[in-house]
Structures are given as C-alpha cells and as structure tokens.
C-alpha cells in the first residue's frame, strides 16, 4: 500500500468527483493521502474531506505564493490543527520564483508557520522554489528541526537534500521524478536514504508519464513509486513499505485507527 503524501483534492478541479477518485486510489493500492493547505479560506474544503474519507488526512498553512487573503497568525494556525486528522502545518517556505519583489513577507509568514509547528509539535510541510538557501537558513534560525517535517515536491540539487535531510527533513518526490529530462532530480532520488523518504502527486499539477499533461489525481502516485524504485533497483514493494512506513511515524498517526 502507498501513500500520496500530498495532493489537492481539494480544488474546484476534483469537485463532484471525491468518491471516484477516493475508489481509484484504494483500486491502484494508494491506502491514504495527505491534503495540503495553502489559503485559510480554503481550508474548512481541505478539513471537511479529511472528516469525510478515513484515509484522508489535512495539513493547515498559507502558500507562499498566496498574496491576497487572510494571513495565517501563530493563534489561527494552532486553533486549526488542534484537529485529530490535521497532521502538519503546511504547505509553508518560500517561492522566489512566481513572485517577485521584496518577499520579506513570505519569510515572515514562513517564521509563523515554523513557530506554529513547535508549539503544536506538528511536522512541517515546506515548499521552496528558486529560495533553497534562504529556506534552510530561516529552518535553522527557527529551530524547525525539533518537529521536521518534509521538502515536497522535491527539485533541488544534492547539497539542498543533504542539507534538509542535515536538518532531519524527509524528502518528497513527485511525477516531476519520472519525467525524462529530469536527470538531477532522478540523482537525488537515488541518493535519500530509504527511511527519510516520501511519494506524492501534488495533484492536480504534474501527473507522472505517462499521464503528463492530463489532470493528476492521488492514485498516480503508482507511477512516482515506480520510477523512484526503479531509479534504486529495488522492488516497488519495498519502495512502497517504506515510505508509507516513514509517512506514519513522521506524522504520527496510526493507520489502523
Ligand atoms: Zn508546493
Ligand atoms: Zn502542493
């Protein structure tokens, strides 16, 4: 069984068809997801699928690329997660590369994230575009190691990983890992020890080959798990065991409950 650490079931692209796309994912063996945030409008949507499905299960934050809109305070962020199914505080960190500008505020808002998550000892969810060294810098200062967490979508270099994995980060892949011209990504992916990592789809963006192209959904991330065995010459089997093992601990849920 796999998990798609995170996917976005969420928006308006998946509506009217949560049942189906909840039958596919238990169909291709994908057991659970994890529903990321990334405005606090949108959340009660996010909260209400995890309080729905069992085997969905919310991260509450405020997107880095998200500009209009209610900014997420420490008191907000920590009111939000004290729910049974909201297992992280994300997705937070920083996107230098959609916005640009003086973003001393998304390093603010990120400082609040990271603060939240200490204080309600839930794991982070970081998103970092063209910002690698800023977001590791502010992880340091903020002292997020103490809750981890994980670097989603993952599409730095190998100093980037070892650094997040220094800081006891896990490192997420998604379909970007199978696509062809990807070569420092697949690197990467071979070089994450198999206990820090993880599989998502990030749906509904960048579906795996060989659904490039088309509307993503949790269940592809049978492909992801695929290719990241494949790139390790294990078996998907053992691929799977292990990250659905490391998303249960990093999370702190128990998958029989
Ligand atoms: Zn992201
Ligand atoms: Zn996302």
């Excluded at 420490?74 to 992280?88: F, G, I, M, Q, S």
């Excluded at 006891?168 to 071979?190: C, D, M, R, W, Y």
């Amino acid at each position: 069984m796999l998990v798609d650490s995170h996917c976005h079931l969420d928006f308006p692209e998946f509506q009217g068809r949560e049942d189906e796309l909840v039958a596919a994912m238990q169909a291709n063996q994908v057991g659970w997801a994890l529903v990321a945030g990334v405005t606090l409008e949108r959340f009660p949507g996010v909260l209400a699928l995890a309080e729905r499905f069992p085997r969905l299960y919310a991260a509450v934050g405020v997107h880095p690329d998200t500009q209009d809109g209610q900014e997420a305070d420490e008191e907000t962020l920590l009111r939000l997660a004290d729910h049974p199914k909201v297992v992280a505080i994300g997705e937070t960190g920083l996107d230098y590369y959609r916005l640009e500008g003086d973003l001393e505020w998304q390093r603010e808002r990120f400082r609040t994230h990271i603060r939240a998550a200490r204080k309600c000892r839930k794991p982070l969810i970081i998103h970092t575009r063209e910002a690698a060294a800023d977001t590791l810098c502010i992880l340091e200062e903020e002292g997020a190691g103490e809750v981890g967490g994980v670097f989603h979508c993952f599409t730095e270099n190998r100093s980037v990983a070892e650094a997040a994995l220094a800081l006891g980060f896990h490192i997420s892949f998604s379909g970007i890992v199978t696509f062809k011209n990807a070569l420092q990504i697949k690197e990467v992916a071979t070089l994450v020890p198999l206990d820090r990592l993880l599989v998502e789809t990030d749906a509904p963006y960048l579906a795996p080959v060989p659904y490039r192209g088309k509307l993503n959904h949790p269940a592809l991330v049978r492909h992801v798990a695929e290719e990241v065995a494949k790139l390790r010459g294990i078996g998907v089997e053992e691929l799977a065991d292990a990250t659905t093992s490391n998303f249960f601990r990093l999370f702190g849920v128990d998958k029989n409950a």
